[in-house]
Nanobody
Framework: VQLQASGGGLVETGSSVTLSCAAA?????????VGWFRQAAGKEREFVAG????????SYAESVKGRFTISRDKTKNMVSLQMNSLKPEDTAVYYC?????????????????WGQGTQVTVSS
């Protein structure tokens, strides 16, 4: 499966942004855990949020719990990341990722498919 990420941009502190990840070329996410990682300038890529193939189990990094929500729409074959109460430290390139038969708490080492990154910049 190929992934197409969209959303992001330049926003102010406290605002909200939604990122979307879609399977390209009419492929399906069926059987895949899908999630988001981010990489800030000069830092390593880190896990942000993930959702199991069933859609019933989600995982979040501690830094985003209570502010970010990941969801999947099987009818649209899309996974979304709703990001609320954004902080300057959320500034990063966000990457969509998918792992076949994976758990929701994804590890970058086991990601099978990466999407292109989308920049989120939160101004202070």
């Amino acid at each position: 499966v190929q992934l197409q990420a969209s959303g992001g941009g330049l926003v102010e502190t406290g605002s909200s942004v939604t990122l979307s990840c879609a399977a390209a070329s009419k492929r399906t996410f069926s059987g895949y855990a899908v999630g988001w990682f981010r990489q800030a300038a000069g830092k390593e890529r880190e896990f942000v949020a993930g959702i199991h193939a069933s859609g019933r189990v989600t995982s979040y990094a501690e830094s985003v719990k209570g502010r970010f929500t990941i969801s999947r729409d099987k009818t649209k074959n899309m996974v979304s990341l709703q990001m609320n109460s954004l902080k300057p430290e959320d500034t990063a390139v966000y990457y969509c990722a998918a792992t076949l038969n994976g758990a929701s708490n994804m590890a970058s080492q086991t990601v099978g498919v990466w999407g292109q990154g989308t920049q989120v910049t939160v101004s202070s």
